[in-house]
């Protein structure tokens, strides 16, 4: 079975990187069937884990089960099968499989109604299995299983398994792994995957070469990588599950950690950026003249953002801040001291309306000072147009505001030094490198109102420095939220109306702007017509949609601020940045078709004021029965508790850090900050929210380990770089863009 000479590199066992037929067990079917499935060498198999285990705990002995008829989740019985029996059933005729099984304590009977045909030759006599599912009872009040999930632990001759039921009782554990039908088909169940693992392991763990360092593993108190690796498959007992399970989701963490650690490496190093003067007058003035007092927040992000700038290398620098708290004003400060510097400053927003919001805000703050602040979005007239880009060329430009217009190949600077990119995930990395390009290695800010968990930070910007705003201006009043049903809703409307005869001004924010095919989505522009004929005839209403022409929105948006409109019905484009301290209510229709961060960006139009502001949504759950999206009957159930779970979790709390972490619980990192186009390989085992302190760790010694040694020369860090070379590359080259 060694048919390869051993190898001096690793621990003298045959190398891992063989093709999967050097293991016993596996021949050209299997190997192709595993090929399939990714598994292409000995190693990739020795690396498929487990998706769960058995253990003592979890095993109900037979004469037990009663004690279980209500357990909330499915219990699981080992026995071996005593008895196989088909029987027709006599009221519907239809055949039955009876399978007994038996235990030190008992028997116990399974029942199939579907699938007989299969199942009548599927069991020998003696094999040994476990059982999972709810107890139940029949006719005469006995304990049955029905349609049980089973795995098969030992036929009954099967000589060279292990006696689980022995092994069971000095704290062993059964590893259970995922398969497919068609893994199935060749005897890749559970059980199979099991023997071929146990016979890898045999035969080839001496071959897998430590990747992690001593030095680190001591520090860290990692297991060696076969002790893990023998842990995660066969683990003696709970114990050697943990260490193995802590050591291989360390190895994953800290790969990944590594990968972030070049990338920023590779942005510091190689450029020189710009060393700005931090003396300004325009930012003291700006200071002096501000109706409020900067929070103790916003001045220590902006120390940390001057520090930066005052270094030779570029700033790359992710400022966050819940709604409201701020940020503007910090990033305006900081571009003023470039401008100061006599570079010139890029400010892009995602959306029109946001870019002309900031141009405004920019312009209303800066009415005092010399600066020449232009604005540059697609909608724009064509001599307009040519005007800004002149003037962005000749450097007259001192600021620009726009959107992804500005990455275009005809916008040219003279000098652009510094880049405010706002709300960031809607802008992919390849972007932020695109305006980077039209700079000398300009400082870079990029600002995100998502408050991210700090272990995802690290994560999905762990090649930015992070600065967090986590303090809320004094002057403002908790908005109070509630959720009202979609026949509550004249009520929601006559509250409406008293507030804006107070002079207040409303929002309404509708899901979509047309129907879209053959979901039934309430249009905005329907809408508004019934609102404002029929609902609100007395009031002055105005209708905001992603489709109107920029001057259009820019218009309705200007009236609105000045109080003209009252009540604006909106789409989501309103959903970020829109700043009208007087508008104190947020009404969203259709609420339980939102995501919670949408959710949470929608409520921080209001309570901008000193007013006390409102947030209602409006659900409707009926939607999730009617909707027609394909979804099987469990899945309805399921997104619609979850839209109970989001709306609920808007009331509870307006806090945006616990609402991330909900919105997290639900979704997964990976929908949630779509690192999958992030270059962030999958992880098998670890979990960036539970194992927070895993990613810490892997992170300083990653960082530091490319600080000691950046080329990863010296012997005992030949192998990370080996590893780190062979299954990181994708992801580097990735990073190269960013
Ligand atoms: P965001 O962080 O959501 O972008 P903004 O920068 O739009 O927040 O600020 C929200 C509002 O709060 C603006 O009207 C701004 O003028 C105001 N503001 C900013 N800083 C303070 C402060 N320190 N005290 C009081 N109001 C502030
Ligand atoms: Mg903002």
């Not at 190689?270 to 002096?288: H, W």
């Not at 800004?388 to 959107?403: C, H, K, M, N, W």
């Not at 329907?526 to 004929?533: G, I, Y």
């Not at 209001?606 to 409102?614: I, L, M, P, W, Y």
């Amino acid at each position: 079975m060694n048919r390869q000479p051993p190898s001096p590199a690793n621990g003298g066992g045959p190398p891992a990187d063989a093709p999967l037929q050097y293991v016993k067990g596996i021949g050209p079917k299997r190997a192709s069937a595993l090929e399939a499935v990714g598994i292409r060498t000995i190693r990739d198999l020795l690396f498929y884990f487990p998706f769960d285990y058995l253990d003592r705990s979890k095993i109900i002995s037979i004469r037990d089960l009663r004690k279980y008829v209500d357990a909330e989740r499915p219990v699981t019985v080992i026995g071996e099968v005593y008895r196989v029996e088909m029987r027709r059933s006599r009221r519907s005729n239809r055949l039955i499989f009876f399978l007994t099984l038996k235990d030190d304590t008992g028997f116990l009977t399974c029942v199939w109604f579907e699938g007989v045909q299969w199942f009548k030759d599927a069991f020998e006599l003696g094999e040994l299995l476990a059982v999972s599912a709810y107890p139940d009872f029949d006719k005469l009040g006995r304990i049955q299983f029905t349609h049980p999930e089973f795995d098969r632990l030992r036929g009954a001759q099967e000589e060279d398994e292990p006696d689980w039921g022995k092994l069971f009782n000095t704290g062993a554990i059964i590893p259970k792994y995922p398969s497919t039908s068609e893994l199935g088909k060749v005897g890749l169940d559970s059980r199979g995957f099991r023997r071929i693992i146990r016979n890898a392991l045999k035969s080839h763990l001496m071959g897998i070469e430590e990747v992690l360092p001593e030095e680190i593993r001591e520090r860290a108190n990692l297991a060696g990588c076969r002790t893990a690796l023998q842990g995660i498959h066969f683990p003696e007992n709970s114990d050697a599950l943990e260490i193995a399970r802590r050591r291989l989701k360390f190895e994953e963490l800290f790969f990944l950690q590594l990968m972030l650690a070049y990338r920023k490496r590779r942005y510091g190093l190689e450029k020189k950026g710009i060393t700005y003067s931090l003396e300004s007058t325009l930012a003291r003035k700006l200071v002096a003249a501000l109706p409020f007092q900067l929070t103790k927040a916003q001045r220590r992000v902006l120390r940390e953002i001057a520090d930066d700038m005052r270094k030779p290398t570029p700033m790359n620098r992710l400022l966050q801040g819940d709604v409201g708290s701020g940020k503007t004003i910090v990033a305006l400060l900081s571009m003023l001291v470039a401008v100061e510097n006599d570079f010139q400053v890029a400010l892009m927003a995602p959306t029109e309306v946001l870019a002309e919001q900031h141009y405004r805000t920019l312009c209303a703050y800066l009415e005092n000072l010399p600066v020449n602040v232009r604005l540059l979005i697609g909608g724009q007239k064509k001599k307009l147009r040519e005007d800004v880009l002149e003037d962005l060329r000749s450097g007259r430009a001192q600021i620009v505001v726009g959107t992804h217009a500005l990455l275009e190949e005809n916008v040219r600077f003279a000098h652009l030094g510094f880049v405010v990119i706002d709300e960031q995930h809607r802008f992919g990395v390849m972007q932020r490198a695109t305006l980077r390009e039209k700079g000398l290695n300009p400082d870079v800010l990029v600002m995100t109102a998502t408050p991210i968990p700090r272990t995802l930070a690290l994560t999905v910007y762990g090649d930015l420095d992070v600065s967090v705003i986590d303090e809320m201006p004094a002057n403002r009043k908790p908005i109070k939220t509630g959720v009202r049903l979609e026949d509550q809703k004249d009520k929601v409307y006559d509250f409406v109306k008293q507030e804006v005869r107070q002079g207040r001004q409303v929002y309404i924010v509708f899901p979509l702007i047309e129907e879209s095919e053959k979901v039934d989505l309430k249009a905005a522009t329907v809408e508004f017509e019934h609102l404002k004929s029929a609902v609100f005839p007395s009031v002055r209403l105005g209708l905001l949609h992603g489709r109107m022409k920029s001057e259009e929105k820019d218009q309705i948006m200007q009236s609105f601020k000045a109080g003209e409109i009252q009540i604006l019905v909106s789409t989501t484009v309103i959903e970020v940045g829109i700043d009208v301290p007087n508008a104190t209510i947020m009404i969203v229709e259709n609420a339980e078709r939102f995501g919670l961060s949408q959710l949470h960006q929608l409520r921080g139009r209001v309570g901008r004021g000193a007013d006390q502001s409102f947030c209602i949504l409006i659900a409707n759950y009926g939607w999730f029965d009617g909707h027609r999206r394909g979804l099987e009957p469990g899945e309805v159930k399921k997104e619609k508790l979850n839209a109970k779970i989001r709306l609920e979790t808007m009331v509870e709390t307006i806090d945006g850090f616990k609402i991330a972490e909900v919105d997290l619980r639900l979704r997964g990192p990976g929908e949630f900050f779509g690192l999958r186009q992030s270059g962030v390989p999958a992880f098998r085992l670890a979990n960036l929210v539970e194992d927070a302190e895993l990613v810490a760790m892997a992170r300083k010694e990653a960082f530091s380990l490319v600080d000691r040694d950046p080329q990863l020369r010296s012997d005992s860090h030949r192998s990370v770089r080996k590893h780190f070379e062979s299954q990181y590359r994708d992801a580097l080259e990735l990073g190269n863009v960013g």
